[in-house]
């Protein structure tokens, strides 16, 4: 190790005295960034993400960058993350693209999308299939950067209280599921319902609804459906949920290099990290649910239903396709990523988790 | 965003100047840390790793921290590196931890084992089930730490110009296939033999050998195998090969914080970053082989063959365990953590998986 101590030998330290004429010197300052996330405060995994991002930024740059945080007990605005980053009143985000469909339809392939790729494939069309290239082509008019901001891992498709053992088994089902799954669910004949999270543990165990679609065995635990409904349903509507760091662009490009690069790093470990962490906590509350409950079931939708749930969301995406060219050019970009990389994931961890479940 | 510009104030400046005795003040200091890594100069993949993790570095401490990488062709010692850095000769290393099972039995168990974790698996694991911990208790004696360093992704289980449809057709069959799958391969009668890599492509093409095991697409595309061996068969032996970074313990304690933790976080985004690019190499590079050669063929092993290969790892991970206490803690914990964590696996993305192969 060759350690170099240029500025603070003397010489060195006169210089710089001497060329200082009041311009700062960029790599001496020190720059706090106001940070408004979607999640309560104390938020398990969401909002550890944000805050070890946030500590990783701050260690790395000495103390130069900080990151406040404001969870939504503070800014009263969850789902207002977007419109705040934009307009400067926040420098930073961390949110859910898919939350801002109804502002800008092409946030929501950001995400995930149902039948899509699984998180590795994700990380792979995001960093080398032109996925970061196309989620810039979405954000730049709106005067912000989006990075991958953390993986909830495969979610799960929902609690029901009913097997499902055909796509009649949907037709008039009341379950709660937002978003596109929502969608597609209702064209099959599921009366989709949208109800506040404090209230679904009671909806669903007073029987106002029949089903509903959570995140994961992770933040599901803490939720208690587990007690109330025994089926466990394999998910198909978020394959690889990814949340999105956003910052403002000006505030971007008023840091100096050092720091930029050191916020870029920390968005992306903390992501990755989350990913890892998303395993972990969803193996462990998987073994809890099983251990408090053994009668929780798994199980997976028959193929009439995937079926019919793979041929709606392929209509609805060619129907988005055909009303806008970006939203095409994404979707094709998507799917033909796809395409290549399940290939290969079919004759790697797919064919190695089936050899070992044939020996089971 | 709040700018504090506090050290080029014209006070500070003074105050600086003033109480400037000659003691080197940390944040300023510059470090030249030399890299010996086990590949070949602009090494695919591994070496781009490397120098990914030392750009991202250079750039985050705005040029206070540099890593000199030397490839093979300069240091000449490829398998040398665990020592190179334990005596302080390179700062860093880039290796496989398991190349080093000659020296300390014990370094084995942190590439990766047969039958054991996938790559998302593993890294909860390194980062949440214990893993770092062990793989700390393995590297400190010899004053180094140890850190994740990049994944290959699932490794295939080789080519083979025989289809093997029993544990029969593995008697007398003559493989390249180096470690622990050797002796496992070697177990059920397979005439292992090493051979430099060199000379590979010729010894299967002229049958001096009958099947031989490498990587994956990504790095058996150069190598040519597919031109000349018909069947390439999903692997058993490598689900998650992580390479290293070793660091010289002194170089560490030696740096600042925020120097150590810019190191610790290139190290971590490089390596998670290798498995992103390996999952994208490998899937382009399976989709050129089948474009070249139609008649490749992917195949898996029979499940009698998977059993037998099964049995025999877990007997030897047995008689591993009882000649070394420290061999058995680690071996225990991931055994542990593996049937957790692939419950989970199994209702996520293996399910998920299979419901859409089902249904095409």
Redesign the interface.
């Known amino acids: ?8 030998k ?1 010489a060195a ?1 006169l210089a ?2 001497l060329s ?1 004429t ?1 311009a ?2 960029q ?8 940070l408004a996330e979607t999640w309560g405060p104390n938020s398990p995994i969401l909002g550890e993400t944000t805050q070890h991002m946030a500590d ?1 930024a701050e ?4 103390g130069r960058l900080k990151i406040r945080i404001d969870s939504s007990n503070k800014h009263k605005a969850p789902f207002g993350i977007f419109d705040m980053v934009k307009s400067g009143q926040y ?1 930073m985000g961390h949110t859910a693209s898919y939350y801002y469909k109804g502002k800008v339809p092409n946030t929501m392939y950001f995400t995930t999308v149902p ?1 899509s790729m ?4 994700q ?2 069309w ?4 032109g996925g970061m290239e196309l989620m810039q082509k979405v954000y730049e008019p709106h005067g912000m950067l989006s990075f991958p901001g953390g993986n909830t ?2 979610q ?1 498709g929902g609690w029901f209280r009913k097997e499902i053992n055909s796509v009649a088994d949907l037709q008039g089902l009341k379950m709660r599921t937002p978003g596109f799954a929502g969608e597609v669910m209702s064209e099959l004949g599921v009366a989709v319902t949208n109800i506040p999270p404090g209230e679904l543990y009671t909806s669903l165990e007073r029987g106002t609804i029949d089903a509903l679609e959570w995140v ?2 992770a933040l599901d635990l803490p939720m208690g459906f587990h007690r109330i409904a025994k089926y ?1 349903y ?3 509507q978020e ?1 690889a949920a990814e949340v999105q760091f956003l910052v403002n662009k000006n ?1 971007w490009d ?1 840091l ?3 720091l930029q ?2 916020l870029r ?2 968005m ?2 903390a992501a ?2 989350m ?3 998303s ?2 906590m ?3 509350a ?2 809890k649910m099983k251990e408090e409950y053994p009668d929780v079931t ?1 199980k ?2 028959p ?1 009439e239903v ?2 019919a749930l ?1 041929e709606t969301t392929a209509r609805l995406l060619k129907e988005q396709a055909a009303q806008d060219p970006l939203a095409a050019e994404i979707i094709d970009s998507q799917q033909g990523y796809l395409k ?2 399940r ?17 089971e």
Not at 1 to 8: D, E, G, T, V
Not at 27 to 34: C, D, F, R
Not at 118 to 121: A, G, I, L, S, Y
Not at 347 to 357: G, P, R, T, V, W
Request: aromatic residues 16%.
């Open positions: 190790m060759k350690i170099r101590n240029a500025l603070f003397p330290v710089a005295l200082f009041g700062p010197a790599a001496e300052e020190s720059y706090t960034l106001k990783m260690k790395m740059s000495a420098d039948f699984t998180v590795p494939e990380y792979a995001f960093y080398h299939g891992g495969n799960m994961g065995p466990y394999s998910g198909w394959p505030v008023g100096p290099d050092d690069e050191i790093v920390a992306r470990t990755y990290d990913y890892s962490q395993t972990h969803n193996s462990l998987w073994d798994h997976v939708f193929p995937i079926s793979r290549q990389v290939k290969w994931t079919n004759i790697s961890d797919k064919a190695y988790l089936d050899s070992l479940s044939i020996v």
